[in-house]
C-alpha cells in the first residue's frame, strides 16, 4: 500500500509541475481573486446555500470570472500570462495552477460560509464544465480525480492479498 501512496503522490507531483511555467505574479492574481471569492463568504455569517462555484476562464482575454450556480458574477481578473494563449493544454495548464492556488488556500475555502458539500469548478469560456478542481465536504476534500483513478485497483489487489493471508 506504501507503494500505491508514493506513486500517487509522484502522479500529483507531475500533473503539478508539468505545466505551463507559472509566473510569480500569475500564481499572485489567481489567489488574489480566489481570497476575493473567500471574503465574500465569510465564515461569521450564515452559510448560503450554492452546490457549485464557477470559475470560468477566457482563453483569449486571460480573464478569469467567478460565478455562482444563479450565473451571479462574483469576481473577476485577468491573468496577463493567460492572453491569448494558444497552448493546446492551455485548461489543463490552468486547472493545475487554480488546483495548487486552492490546495495552498484549503484552509480558508473550508470556513467559507457555504453549506457543505460545495466544489470550486473549472468552465471554458461557453460555459462548459472541463474539471472539478475543488470540492469539500466535510471530512472529505477531493482535489484531484486523476490521483484517484487506479484507487480502486489498489484496493483490489490490497483486499485480495488480505483475503488470501
Known sequence: MKKSRKRLFFRFLFLTFATMKASEQTLQQTE???RKVADKFPSTEEATQLTDIHVRVLQETGEILIF???DNEINRCVVEQWIDNKDDSFY???AAILRG???KLKDTIEKMSILKP???VL???DKETIEELYLVDDDIVILDDE???DLD???DSFLDKLLKD
Request: glycine share 0%.
Open 123 to 125: 468552465e471554458n469560456d
Open 92 to 94: 489543463q495548464d490552468v
Open 68 to 70: 455562482d450556480d444563479d
Open 147 to 149: 490521483l484517484m483513478a
Open 32 to 34: 488574489r481573486a480566489i
Open 101 to 103: 492556488v486552492l490546495t
Open 153 to 155: 485497483k489498489d484496493l
Open 118 to 120: 460545495f466544489s470550486f
